[in-house]
């Protein structure tokens, strides 16, 4: 039932994202013909005409925006309208656990994220790729790497990876995070969108509030053992790890707890009107 | 012919009614096979149970028979079909006595006034 | 014979507002039950709760004798009584959606009924007339074999053509072996289709009869004692 949730899901979304994506896709490679042939023969728009000249750029602005947004604003619709409002009324009389339905809207708005992320990265790609983009890059690269080696980072594939974790935990904690406030507006009547801010809102505050006490905690706790660790620079690799997982296994605490809490209100205290 | 019905009275009772003028008018003739209890059912707007039990009551009464595998069918004693329609013939000439006694009129009376109205629908 | 739908001490309070007071009932197979009441009785609350869309406060509600839940989920098939499906999808989608969760769903005469209806396949749903939407809900609803089909106010509002048309959908699909619950304040409409009749007020039950029964024993018809028991 899952797959067949995320298959529905997908086309839902789909329908938004595809023609979204492509639309920025096309608009960057616009863009780049354009900024091309302005180059090319050195073409420069007087007075008023220079204010359309810029359309193009602007145009390309407002798609990379909407494409960034619509990651965050298709998660919430997705989640309240297809199950807090009238369209819940199909989605939870679905024979379908509460878990399906959750996973469902989590897996497809983490894979839009990361597909809108990869995006973004291209259509830069397709504004300034040149022949000797890869070199520049390797230039700069080697430069970075030698003086970051020099203050004790290692830019490995490992960090790379770590990298490449948190984030997906970081975007998955989000959205659970939203969720969990969707799931808030359950327990108001008439000010449901009030009280999904409120409850978003007051989860941000309780989790950082949460979060700096338990630093401070463990740094005072740890004071001698992290000042020592500082002092010397072959040890800065395994203070950044620390900080990385210490933050992921932060945020998969949290998340979990806000993902149990989420399950049971929608699974015990549902009331949709 | 459509299907209608009174308010104080159970609608099984008026589902047996209308079927036996079906019967009389030979919008179901003798030994034809019935309509299934369901598209009767739709067909009137009534309760497929209902019409279930009006069809069980017109099979006690003889008008309908079953045939195991094929379903129901009108009876082909057409002699029980023509006294039932004498006694429907019977039962509406006596209503329409009973109101004209209400009005005033005696059977004598409305009888005379029958016969008025059958040489005036003649001249016309 | 055991019911499929059955409230012991049913209670739904919002706030200060009780809108069930401790229900009681039992309803069994292969009826089709009328669930009477004016505005605000308590019709619509007791449907959402038999179909887990609001929790009770007290008391249980059981479907075959389960709370409902995703076994519940399979057996019944629901009307609800506002536009609840996606207004952009197709019919077409909206029959596969139909067919890839629901088991007893069939699709063959879903989509005979909506040809019936001249709507198309590739129609989409935001761009039907309201009545048109209404009848491709019920259509839906109805292409199921379900165990027991929760209506509620499928004739609200609509003209004596498409309430024809609901009843029939409704008589020539329903499976025999189900109960049927039909909630409405429109009585003499569906009167002529019903078994048994629950009057329900003020989020109390006050009075379950057969219609026959009603008709016999009262000599006046469902909606007539209706206006007697309600009247204002």
Request: hydrophobic content about 45%.
């Amino acid at each position: 039932m899952l797959k067949k949730l995320i298959h529905h899901e997908f086309i839902a979304t789909g329908r938004i994202f595809l023609p979204l994506c492509g639309a920025f896709l096309v608009m960057s490679i616009l863009l780049r013909v354009y900024t091309e042939i302005q180059n090319a023969w050195s073409i420069k728009l007087p007075g008023w005409l220079g204010v359309i000249g810029a359309i193009p750029t602007i145009l390309y602005v407002l798609l990379f925006i909407a494409v960034l947004a619509a990651t965050v604003i298709v998660a919430i619709l997705r989640f309240y309208k297809n199950l807090m409002s009238e369209e819940g009324y199909l989605m939870f009389t679905l024979p379908v656990k509460v878990h399906q339905l959750m996973n469902s809207k989590l897996i497809v708005a983490t894979v839009w994220s990361i597909v809108s992320g990869l995006v973004c990265i291209l259509s830069i790609f397709i504004l300034v790729v040149t022949p000797d983009t890869f070199s520049t890059i390797d230039y700069w690269w080697n430069i970075i790497y030698t003086s970051a080696a020099q203050q004790g980072l290692y830019l490995t594939g490992w960090l790379a990876f770590e990298l490449v974790v948190s984030t997906l935990i970081g975007v998955v904690g989000s959205l659970i995070m939203i969720y969990a406030a969707i799931a808030a507006t359950n327990f108001s009547g008439n000010h449901k969108v009030l009280m999904g801010i409120g409850a978003y809102v007051a989860i941000n505050i309780v989790l950082q509030t949460i979060t700096s006490i338990a630093m401070t905690i463990v740094g005072v706790a740890f004071n001698q053992t992290f000042s020592e660790m500082l002092l010397d620079s072959r040890n800065y690799m395994g203070f950044l790890d620390l900080i990385i997982w210490g933050s992921c296994a932060m945020t998969v605490v949290t998340s979990v707890l806000l993902y149990w809490g989420t399950h049971w209100v929608l699974k015990h205290k549902l009331n949709l009107n | 012919m459509g299907w209608t019905f009174q308010n104080d009275r159970p609608i099984y009772a008026q589902l047996m009614e209308q079927i036996k003028r079906r019967i009389i008018s030979g919008i179901y003739p003798p030994g034809e096979k019935m309509p299934s209890v369901r598209d009767l059912a739709s067909e009137a707007s009534v309760n497929p149970n209902t019409m279930q039990r009006a069809f069980a009551q017109l099979e006690q009464e003889g008008l309908l028979y079953t045939q195991r595998t094929s379903g129901r069918y009108v009876t082909e004693d057409e002699g029980r079909i023509l006294q039932m329609k004498e006694d429907l013939a019977k039962e509406l000439t006596e209503s329409y006595f009973a109101a004209m006694e209400q009005l005033g009129y005696s059977r004598v009376q409305a009888v005379k006034l029958i016969a008025e109205a059958e040489k005036e629908g003649k001249a016309l | 014979m055991s019911a499929i739908l059955e409230c012991r001490n049913l209670v739904k309070q919002y706030g200060y507002f009780q809108a069930l007071k401790g229900i009681n009932l039992s309803i069994e197979k292969g009826k089709i039950i009328g669930l009477l009441g004016p505005n605000g009785s308590g019709k619509s609350t007791l449907i959402k709760l038999a179909n887990g869309l609001i929790t009770p406060t007290s008391g249980e509600i059981l479907i075959d004798g389960k709370a409902p839940g995703e076994e519940s989920k399979k057996i019944v098939s629901y009307l609800p009584d506002k536009n609840y499906l996606n207004e952009w999808m197709t019919v077409e989608q909206l029959v596969r959606f139909f067919h890839d969760f629901y088991e007893d769903f069939d699709a063959h005469a879903a989509l005979e009924m909506m040809a019936r209806l001249g709507v198309r396949t590739g129609d989409r749903l935001k761009n039907l007339s309201k009545g048109t939407k209404e009848k491709v809900q019920l259509i839906l609803v109805m292409s199921r074999k379900a165990q027991l089909y929760l209506l509620d106010e499928p004739i609200g509002g609509v003209d004596p053509a498409a309430r024809d048309y609901i009843l029939h959908t409704i008589i020539s699909n329903y499976n025999e072996e189900a109960a049927v619950v039909i909630s409405t304040h429109l009585i003499s409409d569906v009167e002529s289709i019903l078994d048994e009749v629950i009057f329900i007020s003020q989020g109390e039950i006050v009075l379950t009869s057969s219609v026959d029964d009603i008709r016999e024993q009262q000599d006046q018809s469902v909606d007539g004692l209706f206006r007697e028991v309600f009247k204002c």
